[in-house]
């Protein structure tokens, strides 16, 4: 595969600049380091939100979470 | 409790039937003996420890995690998780192949769907996870050692690899329930791959103080030499655990996985697998992860500031010590005195009286703990 396929590319995106201030205002104190990131964490939560709702699935049935007691029981984790 | 990372734990076991049928044709399938470390991944991933991957990165998720640390789903993951072949295994198979993924003695442990096959560069994949090109630095050699390509794909467990401790092997959905059924909401993991010394009791009670429960978490797997042997970790705890710990309020399981000495970005590795365990708190000390002068000794707590979102939250400690006029264990924000009246748990103090065979003092080590380790004639990994 070609290197350059391989590279991570950025782009620019306009926001309007009332919003942006808001975003400067609501950045201050959080550890990031310019509207650009800020923006960046903001969208990938709302994507990484959105497609895990749509995976979203039950972790384990009623039936797994007693075995899974009953395999704690037998290693001594729980009475 | 905790969401998983990613929200979602993964479970890569194939039900009985599936996995039968897939067994019974297993001649039909191109098969790849991996390495015991390859065994752990694959036990992690299937199990959920590495969630949200369900299987070996593909040459896009390694491209992001390398530039951005963050997975190409959005979710922060700070190295790849790879799985290497030979020019020669790749002439084999191609994508969309199936192949089996076996251990070295032959068990088949899980079926692979291959999605990618790639090029890459060790210089920049060690450079730019370990900081270094210092063949010294164990992570930097072992992916020196890497073969030429990486292939990537999803995976489904065969067989569960065997555990080192089973009795303290816990998955993430087992110890979920377990701190569930003890009504822990707020738990704190504790990420060690030493014996623990008073210092470490003193932050995990510290930590301790103000959630439910303590999740102590070893890591099980290939280390360096000079190391602690993992039953020399194991047996310490349990002795400690056993007469200073409130048993109601400490779990006690192991995380079977190697260390890659990568500082920084492995402290938020640990922290990801522990949140997948249901911990919302880890503690990450002083030179976490870390190997040698690789890395400054608090880039491990800077770093989680790069990751607001990564929803477990690190409980800092700074290098902590045993004052003499406090006469209690203290650290550098909470202590006036000296560096003169310091005792500051040197490892290499510690290690050299276990290897004249003298208990450390009663200052730095429980007795019943350096009693475990001196019944070893040798506690190091050779």
Redesign the interface.
Known sequence: ?N?D????EYTTVSIPKPLADKVKERMKG???SSVSSYVT?V???V???I??EE???Q??TKD??DK??Q??RD????D | MIK?H????INKELPNTEKERILGEIDEFFSKKVNPQTSKVIKNISFGVFSPLEGFMD?NN???VL??M?LE???AWPFPIVLDATEEETKAFGIDDNIILMNEKGTPLAIMNISDI??F?KKEFAQTIYGTLDRNHPGVESVYNLKEKLIGGEIFLLNEPASIFP??D?KP??T???FK??KWDKVVAFQTRNPPHLGHEYIQKAGLTYVDGLFINPVIGKKKVGDFKDEVIIESYQALINEYYPKDRV?LSTFETEMRYAGPKEAIFHAIARKNYGCDHIIIGRDHAGVGNYYGPYDAHDIF??F??LGIEPIKFRSFSKCSKCDTVVNDKICPHPPEMQNYFAGREIRDALQAGKPPSLEVMRPEVAEVILRYENPFVE
């Open positions: 595969m290197e396929e391989h590279k991570v959080t550890g990031f964490y969208l990938r939560q994507l990484s939100s497609e895990s995976k979203s699935k972790a384990f797994e979470e899974v007691k395999r704690l290693l001594g984790y729980i | 998983p990613g929200n979602t734990l040459s390694y491209q992001y530039k951005e963050y789903n959005n979710v790639y090029n560069d009795n303290l816990l959905m087992e979920r329930v377990l059924q003890k779990v500031d790069k607001p979102d």
